[in-house]
């Protein structure tokens, strides 16, 4: 079993940075993609950002291109959201997601089914 813990959450103001960090525990195997998933209120989940296990192939919605970075540690269950310039509709609860089952070892994951472990979320408020 793993689990996750997203921490960097805050209230910042439109046009300010946050940098959102995830840490697993439990378990150790050599690679693992990882995605950053957010949920607003009234709103669905979906996903932001995802980096491949192999390779570190990523994957944007466009609303965040240009503006959020994710990364990893190496083999590690660890991973990073950079977001920059950030607007009120970035405002939502922020989920980190990994899998050790990745279909694809050398593609993001992109799917939210298609992870097994899940954090219980940062909150991150953007205010005007």
């Known amino acids: 079993q793993v689990q996750l813990v997203e921490s960097g959450g805050g209230v910042v103001q439109t046009g300010d940075s946050l940098k959102l960090s995830c840490a697993g525990s439990?378990?150790?195997?050599?690679?693992?993609?990882m995605g950053w998933f957010r949920q607003a209120p009234g709103l669905g989940r979906e996903l932001v950002a995802a980096i491949s296990a192999i390779g570190g192939s990523t994957f944007y919605i466009d609303s965040v291109k240009g503006r959020f970075t994710i990364s990893r540690d190496g083999p590690y269950i660890m991973s990073t959201l950079q977001m920059e310039n950030l607007k009120p509709e970035d405002t939502a609860v922020y989920y980190c997601?990994?899998?050790?089952?990745?279909?694809?070892?050398?593609?993001?994951?992109?799917?939210?089914?298609?992870?097994?472990?899940w954090g219980r979320g940062t909150q991150v408020t953007v205010t005007v």
């Open positions: 439990g378990r150790t195997v050599r690679h693992y993609a």
């Open positions: 997601a990994a899998t050790a089952r990745p279909r694809d070892y050398t593609s993001p994951i992109t799917d939210g089914n298609d992870y097994d472990w």
